[in-house]
């Protein structure tokens, strides 16, 4: 019932830029946290960055100072921009999101279907 959507991915340069968005739907209420994960070939997934309600945001060491992640909460809607991409940030992108259940008892971790980004020349 309660899904994340990402749009699409694609092929870019090194150097280049691309964003990501993400919405999530069928609930009500807003995401507490929503973020990117990424799974390169090969590799286990890890955390790209993550924004709170609030707008508090944490980067992987790796993408920082190249990538923003920012949140419309009125449209339940969380993007990422990748700037200076490089072909190490190659790997499929998912979108992550906690919603609250339960009258707010709980989060409910959800996923997008992921969407790959591959940077190359």
């Known amino acids: 019932q309660v899904q994340l959507v990402e749009s699409e991915g694609g092929l870019v340069q090194p150097g280049g830029s691309l964003r990501l968005s993400c919405v999530a739907s069928?609930?009500?209420?807003?995401?507490?946290?929503m973020g990117w994960y990424r799974q390169a070939p090969g590799k286990q997934r890890e955390l790209v960055a993550v924004?709170?309600?609030?707008?508090?945001?944490n980067y992987a060491d790796s993408v920082k100072g190249r990538f923003t992640i920012s949140r419309d909460n009125a449209k339940d809607t969380v993007y990422l921009r990748m700037n200076s991409l490089k072909p190490e940030d190659t790997a499929v992108y998912y979108c992550?999101?906690?919603?609250?259940?339960?009258?707010?008892?709980?989060?409910?971790?959800?996923w997008g279907q992921g969407t790959l980004v591959t940077v190359s020349s």
């Open positions: 992550n999101a906690k919603v609250p259940v339960g009258g707010g008892s709980r989060d409910l971790e959800i």
């Open positions: 069928g609930n009500i209420f807003s995401p507490n946290t």
């Open positions: 924004i709170t309600l609030g707008g508090s945001t």
